[in-house]
T-cell receptor, first 111, second 115 residues
């Protein structure tokens, strides 16, 4: 069945470091891919998305490129801030509108 | 424009009891999806309601049931609660039509603890 695998955390970085969180997926067809962020005690917020191969989603300095050949959608940011500390979920959605999430990666940014 | 709201925020129930969680969809949205997020895990799809009818269900037993009302708000009911039902329950609303759909927007969730 369809699934999403993302790197396990926690990931701890110093402020202004470069961030990469790896995400790969297994799915038939052509899913849309997403990154969601969850701050402590809150629900999920859509961070960025890509709907077809080679699309790049971007928001708030975060980027991810839909790579169909490697079935990947890695999240990157050039210079992280303390306020980026949160849990990040990679996800896919197919035509049935059901979203399948990875297990999440907790990110800690040290000042 | 009001976002997705859920009530209650927190809830504590005893094993075997029944619980009802509520979700008010964002203005203009006609579809509500429910997800269960166990501690340390990603959300798992429970089911979706589109124009008051169930429109897809995940791998959850029949004791998880739902409703959608004419104003597109929704309820999630869980009967015969088990300890493993302890989780954050997330509701997401969106606008859909027969051939497509827009993004799902998530509410803050209801934290259910079963003792």
């Amino acid at each position: 069945g369809d699934s999403v695998t993302q790197m396990e955390g926690p990931v701890t970085l110093s402020e202004e470091a470069f961030l990469t969180i790896n995400c790969t997926y297994t799915a038939t067809g052509y899913p849309s891919l997403f990154w969601y962020v969850q701050y402590p005690g809150e629900g999920l917020q859509l961070l960025l998305k890509a709907t077809k191969a080679d699309d790049k989603g971007s928001n708030k300095g975060f980027e991810a490129t839909y790579r169909k050949e490697t079935t990947s959608f890695h999240l990157e940011k050039g210079s992280v801030q303390v306020s980026d500390s949160a849990v990040y979920f990679c996800a896919l959605r197919k035509r049935d509108d059901k979203i399948i999430f990875g297990k999440g990666t907790r990110l800690h940014i040290l000042p | 424009e009001t976002g997705v709201t859920q009530s209650p925020t927190h809830l504590i129930k005893t094993r075997g009891q029944q619980v009802t969680l509520r979700c008010s969809s964002q203005s203009g949205h006609n579809t509500v999806s429910w997800y269960q997020q166990a501690l340390g895990q990603g959300p798992q799809f429970i089911f979706q309601y589109y124009r008051e009818e169930e429109n897809g269900r995940g791998n959850f037993p029949p004791r998880f049931s739902g409703l959608q009302f004419p104003n597109y708000s929704s309820e999630l009911n869980v009967n015969a609660l088990e300890l493993d039902d302890s989780a954050l329950y997330l509701c997401a609303s969106s606008f859909a039509w027969p051939s497509g759909r827009y993004e799902q927007y998530f509410g803050p969730g209801t934290r259910l603890t079963v003792t």
